[in-house]
């Protein structure tokens, strides 16, 4: 079975275990089986919003307008296909990790992630929910679930890069957060 690996940075031999940047995880290398769900990992940033259906279709869903462009239009990556000796399942669908170094079999460069992944939804291996597609229930959990996340990792006061993205993507959340905390 073959075990995918996106990253911004080409040229890699070994994936080395690392700790994810924004995310509350061991240090690992993180690998899936689905090269969609990789490509969604060659660019780097503060949240990841893909899911699965009740088929196990996996999806991607944008959280904001154009979401999908904005995070992955114009931005190169490198898909690895990787050999590891020992991998262990997550809880995520189609992660494994490696907690020792993983050898790479082949790289090929994405010159355009984006392109990439709407070529992944023209060939069925990938859903895009767009953001004018979801419903008023759809657009209300985002809401709450990006309000929670402002508030649990404090973004209102430390500020920062994943501030000010929230802030930016996610105006009504962050003015949800900023009342909720009056409150408290």
């Not at 899936?32 to 088929?55: K, N, Q």
Request: neutral net charge.
């Amino acid at each position: 079975m073959p075990y995918y690996h996106c990253s911004p940075v080409p040229g890699l031999t070994v994936l080395e275990p690392r700790r994810p940047e924004t995310f509350d995880k061991p240090p690992a290398v993180y690998m899936t089986t689905l090269p969609a769900m990789a490509l969604m990992y060659g660019v780097r940033c503060f949240e990841y919003t893909y899911g699965y259906t009740a088929d196990r279709q996996i999806y991607f869903e944008e959280c904001f307008p154009d979401a999908l462009s904005i995070l992955y239009k114009g931005k190169s990556a490198s898909l690895y296909v990787c050999s590891p000796q020992k991998v262990k399942t997550t809880q995520i669908p189609n992660e494994c990790i490696s907690e020792e170094a993983v050898p790479v079999i082949c790289e090929t460069r994405i010159p355009d992630v984006y392109e990439e992944l709407l070529c992944q939804e023209r060939l069925g291996s990938l859903r895009i929910r767009r953001y004018e597609q979801l419903t008023a229930k759809d657009l209300a959990r985002i809401r709450q679930e990006t309000k929670e996340e402002i508030l649990k990792r404090g973004l209102l006061i430390k500020g920062g890069p994943m501030a000010e993205y929230m802030r930016l993507h996610y105006p009504e959340s962050w003015a949800l957060a900023q009342r909720e905390s009056l409150t408290f």
